[in-house]
């Protein structure tokens, strides 16, 4: 079946402008994670959805970071006014529901911030 | 809150060696540990998973030890493949009663397997 899908899969942009990234999860994944991952670096939550609430947004770095979740399925980070630190590989992962469940990764978003 | 170390950071065997990958967590809460695999340019792939009331695991060539007393968990790979080359994380799962739904990553190690 089908994975967990994120478009699009690069995108390079001016500082300043803001940005929308996709994640389709697995069909019947309740729960849905988003990750950075830095240049050679190990992966740091965001933000995580139940259904399409989000009972841990503790990981969202500033203001400028926003998310939401549709339909229980789809869900899109939003960057605005964009800064270089913000350039970075930003990786989507769903599971079953949430507590001890696998999570399971698309292949990211690279975005770079010119 | 929960804090998750890797060693080493970079790793090099001859094929067909064994390769260990060690991990300790600071939270006792914790109580899911997953490995994910990352090749260059994907994202990580769940490749083996241990829950705290398991001391090990195994599945083929790979398999994973937790010591909860010590709080540390291993990945051990045996009979190494250059396909084995990449980046493994480690995680570890806190768990309040459901409430908490993120992962806390190691910062990986690059394994090099030389044919």
């Known amino acids: 079946g089908a994975g967990v899908s994120q478009s699009p899969s690069n995108k390079v942009t001016e500082k300043g402008k803001d940005v929308e990234l996709r994640c389709d999860p697995i069909s019947g994944h309740t729960a849905l994670y988003w990750y950075r991952q830095r240049l050679g670096q190990g992966l740091e939550f965001l933000i995580y959805f139940q259904g399409n609430s989000a009972p841990d947004k503790s990981g969202l770095p500033s203001d400028r970071f926003s998310a939401e979740r549709t339909g229980e399925s789809v869900s899109t980070l939003t960057i605005q006014r964009t800064q270089q630190e913000d350039s970075a590989v930003y990786l989507c992962?769903?599971?079953?529901?949430?507590?001890?469940?696998?999570?399971?990764f698309g292949d990211g978003t690279r975005l770079s911030i010119l | 809150g929960e804090n998750v170390e890797q060693h080493p950071s970079t790793l090099s065997v001859q094929e067909g060696d064994s390769a260990v990958i060690k991990c300790t967590y600071s939270d006792s809460a914790s109580n899911y540990f997953p490995w994910y695999k990352q090749e260059l340019g994907k994202g990580p792939q769940l490749i083996i998973d241990?829950?705290?009331?398991?001391g090990e695991k195994k599945d083929q060539r790979i398999a994973v030890t937790l010591n909860k007393t010590a709080k540390h968990f291993s990945l051990h790979i045996t009979e190494t493949q250059p396909e084995d080359s990449a980046v493994y994380f480690c995680?570890?799962?806190?768990?309040?009663?459901?409430?908490?739904?993120?992962?806390?990553f190691g910062k990986g190690t690059k394994l090099s397997v030389k044919p």
């Open positions: 995680a570890a799962h806190l768990n309040y009663g459901g409430s908490q739904g993120n992962l806390i």
């Open positions: 241990i829950r705290s009331n398991v």
């Open positions: 992962a769903s599971s079953l529901g949430e507590g001890n469940q696998p999570q399971h």
